[in-house]
């Protein structure tokens, strides 16, 4: 079965500074990676998804994620981060076509 | 345009007691899902659904059912609550790619 893992709990970084939440897959096939974003008391907002194509991916609000088959990683990021950032970050795996595989979450808190 | 929504948005039940959350979409999509969020474990799915009048059991489909009488409407049941049930849980629907409604947080005592 398709699989993610989110290594991280808690990541925290500060205001303007470059942000990564990691993400490693593990999959049969070619994968399909998405990230999403829940902000408190809300459901999940869906972010980007790399599917096929250019391993760079760009997304909602200024997140970036790169996929890299080699070490089987697809890592978010963003150049500056924002204190409006902070909420959770969910990496996930489709398997196709039924549903979605999701990670256990990163928080990530932005400080001022 | 709605998108997904759920009801309620809060509910306490007493063990033992009955419940059903009702999940809406306005998007025509076929295919449906339920999920729970605890902590920690990030979202599993409960039961999904590939169109009107299919249901299917997902990764944690004990002590819950289903149905799918609607395209629209995805109806998540609980028949006998447990304390273990306390949780988010969240409806979602697939197109490009899945649309989550905004969850309801369920508190089994």
């Known amino acids: 079965a398709q699989s993610v893992a989110q290594p991280e709990d808690q990541v925290n970084v500060a205001e303007g500074n470059p942000l990564t939440v990691k993400c490693t897959y593990s999959v049969s096939g070619n994968p399909y990676l998405f990230w999403y974003v829940q902000y408190p008391n809300r459901g999940l907002q869906f972010l980007l998804k790399y599917i096929t194509g250019d391993n760079l991916v760009k997304g909602s609000y200024g997140f970036e994620a790169e996929f890299n088959k080699s070490q089987t990683s697809f890592h978010l990021k963003k150049p500056s981060a924002l204190v409006s950032d902070s909420a959770l970050y969910f990496c996930a795996v489709m398997e196709w076509p039924l549903d979605m595989r999701f990670g256990a979450g990163t928080r990530l808190t932005v400080k001022p | 345009n709605a998108g997904v929504t759920q009801t309620p948005k809060f509910r306490v039940l007493k063990t033992g007691q009955s419940m059903t959350l009702l999940c809406a979409q306005d998007?025509?999509?076929?295919?449906m899902y339920w999920y729970r969020q605890d902590p920690g474990m990030g979202l599993r799915l409960i039961h999904y659904?590939?169109?009107?009048?299919?249901?299917a059991k997902g990764e944690v489909p004990d002590g819950y059912n289903v149905s799918r009488l609607k395209k629209q409407n995805f109806l998540l049941g609980l028949e006998s609550a447990a304390p273990s049930q306390t949780s988010v849980y969240f409806c979602?629907?697939?197109?490009?790619?899945?649309?989550f409604g905004p969850g309801t947080r369920l508190l089994v005592l």
């Open positions: 979602a629907s697939r197109g490009e790619t899945q649309y």
């Open positions: 659904s590939v169109g009107e009048g299919t249901t």
């Open positions: 998007m025509n999509h076929e295919y």
